[in-house]
């Protein structure tokens, strides 16, 4: 063929078929949709949320007042009155401390002040602006979650 690369029809239908068992990735999830303010403590910060259809659905149900806590060492978790669609979950690529996550099998949020591993429970729903900072408070709060832009 010398380089001629043709699609048939088999072909298509081939990549087709296949295309469902492929983990989903798109470039949308790494695309802003909007800002969130979370509160608690004397901590202010915001986060900057993925256009993804998790995200959306997070944020639909904003403003929200949750209690947070210290979960392990590395991340804070706040329960949400329901479960989130699931269907930008991971893994992902480049977990890092800031980002702001959900966990499916307990339908929680997750906000990372330390290193993580990304899996196929989590959905990465955006990224905290300032840093890690305020996730540093120790202890369980009310906290009060409100869209800003």
Known sequence: ??????LTRRTLLMAGALSPLLP?????QEQALMNVRFSFSDQNFTATLFDNVSARDFASMLPLEVEVSDYSTNEKIAYLPRKLNPEARGPFPNAAP???????????LALFHGDYISTRDLIRLGRLDGGVTPLLERGTYPMRMTRIS
């Open 1 to 6: 063929m010398n380089g001629d690369y043709r």
């Open 24 to 28: 989903p990735f798109t470039h949308a």
């Open 98 to 108: 800031g980002d702001l996550c959900y966990y499916i099998p307990w339908g929680n």
